[in-house]
């Protein structure tokens, strides 16, 4: 245990996921006077734990159920943002709020944890690039690009499991744009909760590195939620992070499970495409069901020390704690630091694939113009071309 914690004393760990805002929302209602982080007994999370666990950066999710979708989800998801800013804001003595790689290593340096916001559901944005932007504005750096639920331009990770039908063979046409535009933006793209039609997809097409900000290897335990083996090896060369999830469910496929079983799946995805794309993403409390060892923030560098005792090298060990996501962060930047002469994409989504009761038409045409829709389409088209390829579009 002493050369783990010397391991974090010098690296960051760097967690993917952590549903505490959202318990603060369910036990509390997103009241913050009334919660004091420091005492609190009823969460995987709170202030004595992340100190013990050694955490040195968050990514905590801003998650809306699937419920949401169509109705109030950009409202709540807002909610999410502030809570998520509150909290931080409420104890600097612990918190500092960061949205790079070098502020998360001066929220480390300064002996803080590093809060990060993820936003976890593309049901979140209500299929809006303008809503993408402004989130993005507020601090958020990933958005998981579906929860368990289709969205109306990407499939979810159960129409693998045959229990939901593919509404776009992965992503529709606006999917594509929405990724491309997360690149422009720096914004990373999780690929947790997608199907492997869609891995694939975005895995061909983004510039940037991609996270699995909370999933596991599918062939340790085959749950649709895993990441398979060719995957895994796409995400080695293309630079990305799988940061494994230590819910039962996903580390065992059953009920029970110790932290042995977690290091199996840090085991194999190491032994299938290295250890520089492997991170933490425990998905504490969001999950009912915990490994043994593993029950809560505080007993994270217990894996850490099983990693080096099954020989692990400590530039392994650095490499999963922080650096590799630090590297990703990083990446990103450097995209969109690329992508700046590039405008924002400003095409809305067909409104016939969003067209519900609670949804208006404003700025839409308000009768069909085949000849304007073919125009539309093509431009989308190009647009994508010349965010992928080297081609320069002059004005005609």
Known sequence: MTRALRLMSETPLIDGHNDLPWQLRKQFNNQLNTVDLNTLKTTHTNIPKIKEGRLGAQFWSAYVPCETQNKDAVRQTLEQIDVIHRMCQSYPETFMFATSSQEITEAFRLNKTACLIGVEGGHSIDSSLGTLRIMYQLGVRYLTLTHSCNTPWADNWLVDTGSEPSEHNGLSPFGKQLILEMNR????????????????????????????????????????????????????????????????????????????????????????AGAGIIGFGGDYDGVTRLPEGLEDVSKVPNLVAELLRRGWTDEEVRAVLGNNLLRVLFEADKVRADLSNVKPDDIPIPYEEVENSCRTSYGYPTTTDDSAIHSLSTLTLLLTLALQTPIILTAL
């Open 185 to 272: 933006l720096g914004m990373l793209i999780d690929l947790a909760h997608v199907t492997v039609a869609v891995m694939n997809q975005v895995l061909d097409m983004s510039k940037a590195p991609v996270i699995f900000s909370h999933s596991s290897a599918y062939s340790v335990c085959p749950n649709k939620r895993n990441v398979p083996d060719d995957v895994l090896r796409r995400v080695n060369e293309t630079g990305g992070i799988v940061m494994v999830n230590f819910y039962n469910d996903y580390v065992t496929c059953s009920k029970n499970a110790t932290l042995s079983d977690v290091a199996d799946h840090f085991d194999h995805i190491k032994k299938v």
